[in-house]
């Protein structure tokens, strides 16, 4: 879980190592409802597909503008690795609060 104030910019980042052919996809899940926010393979950066949202290398997400509407949004990674055909999947909660 990450826990913080509004903020114009909340990095979230993942480290993983062992896999030199693979696809990742960035994912936020509210409510019930899971939205793809970006994707990327072992040869090429992130396309993202929400402009709410960056992507950096190797895997970092980067909410643009976190507000107290999205306590609860749970962000998640897959990372397919396609020599071991194994697939990972993490997540973290976000709970924003307001500054006083």
Known sequence: MVEGVNSTRVQLVWEF???S???ITLRVTNESQTTQIAARN???IFTVFNPDYEA???LTL??????RNDHG???SVRIFNVGSFMEIDNQVT???FCKY
Do not use: M, W, Y
């Open 21 to 23: 052919r693979f696809f």
């Open 17 to 19: 190592t062992g896999a």
């Open 73 to 75: 949004h749970v962000f």
């Open 42 to 44: 072992h040869t090429t």
């Open 62 to 67: 980067i909410i643009k503008n976190a507000k």
């Open 56 to 58: 950096d290398l190797p």
């Open 94 to 96: 976000l709970n924003v």
